[in-house]
Nanobody, 115 residues
Framework: QVQLVESGGGLVQTGGSLRLSCAAS????????MGWYRQASGEQRELVAT???????KYLDSVKGRFNIYRVIAEKTVYMQMNSLKSEVTAVYYC?????????WGQGIQVTVSS
């Protein structure tokens, strides 16, 4: 059973930075895709950033240039660096990994940006 453990969330002021981590219990060398999603209170879950094994990376328009998704294979961890944070990014963030055609989700972590 693959487990994903997220960390790095919390409270930050507008303009600050956070780095979310998603640590997997297994190797991510053969990762097919990875992504970060978020769900604000009363809203639907939306895709924030995604990477696929063919090297394509996509970002939500509102975070382009400020967020960066990447992985460190040796650490079995997927990261999302978030810079120049704005209050509208306040939400619960979830990582999603596709390993061998099976999708796995993290438990979710709260990110709150105060103005």
């Amino acid at each position: 059973q693959v487990q994903l453990v997220e960390s790095g969330g919390g409270l930050v002021q507008t303009g600050g930075s956070l780095r979310l981590s998603c640590a997997a219990s297994v190797s991510i060398f053969r990762l097919s895709s990875m992504g970060w999603y978020r769900q604000a209170s009363g809203e639907q879950r939306e895709l924030v950033a995604t990477w696929t094994s063919d090297g394509v990376t996509k970002y939500l328009d509102s975070v382009k240039g400020r967020f960066n998704i990447y992985r460190v294979i040796a650490e079995k961890t997927v990261y999302m660096q978030m810079n120049s944070l704005k209050s509208e990014v306040t939400a619960v963030y979830y990582c999603n990994l596709d390993l061998g055609g099976i999708e796995y989700w993290g438990q979710g972590i709260q990110v709150t940006v105060s103005s």
